[in-house]
C-alpha cells in the first residue's frame, strides 16, 4: 500500500493503516503445494512458516501460517483447519472463491504467461479495458481467483471518475 492513511474512529481517536494482507486458506493439506505455486507463479520469497503444532509429526504436516512476499506485494497462507473458526473456508469449501485478488504490474502479460506456466487457468484474456488497464484473470490450482492489471496511461482523478462511469 502507497501512502499510509489516517482515519479517525469516533471517540476511539485515530489509527494508520499500513498494510491490507490478504490470508488465503488452502483446502489441507495444500498449502504447500500453494507456496510451491506462488513461488513458480510470483517468484515469492517465503518470509515465513510455522507448522500446525498438533500435526507436525504427520508426513506432511498441515501449514497454520506462511507468509509469502514477491515485489512489494505479499500474502498469507494456511491450510483450512477447524481451529480458525466455522467462518474460515478454503475455495475448495466454499465452491468458489468470495475476493479476487488484484495485481498490478507494469507487464500485466508477462505476469499473466508466469501464473497460467505454473498451472493457474484463464477465465478472463488479456485485454485492454475501457477502465484505462490492460487487465486479465485467472483461478489458480486452489481456487483462489486472480487479477492482474496494468495501467494503460496515468490517470488523474478525474478521468477515474469518467472510465468507471462507462
Known sequence: MGEQQQATNGKQGSCVYKACIPHLVVEAPRAADAISFYKRAFGAEEVAKTLHKRKADQEMPLILHAHLKFGSAEIMLCDEVEESGPNVKSPSSLKGSAAILHVVTDDVDAAFAKAMEAGAKETEPVTD??????????????????SFGTPLKELYPEEEQVASAQ
Open 129 to 146: 479495458q475501457p477502465w484505462g488497464m490492460r487487465y486479465g484473470k485467472v483461478v489458480d490450482p486452489f481456487g483462489f481467483a486472480w
